[in-house]
């Protein structure tokens, strides 16, 4: 069994977050571009499919 990551963990979690628009993953639009852990923070770099997604 392999050992999963911190940053698995989030990605895996982000998977459940759904584009409105689209249907599909924000993970697999490609829209996450870098995931930092530091100390108990996350830090996703990113962006969206629209500029009125906020």
Do not use: A, H
Not at 8 to 15: A, F, G, I, N, P
Not at 31 to 51: A, F, G, V
């Amino acid at each position: 069994m392999t050992e999963t990551t911190m940053e698995d963990q989030v990605k895996e979690s982000l998977m459940d977050v759904i584009d409105p628009e689209l249907g599909i993953d924000i993970v697999n639009l490609g829209l996450i571009y870098k995931i930092d852990i530091i100390d108990s923070n996350c830090i996703i770099t990113m962006t969206l499919t629209t500029m009125g997604c906020l």
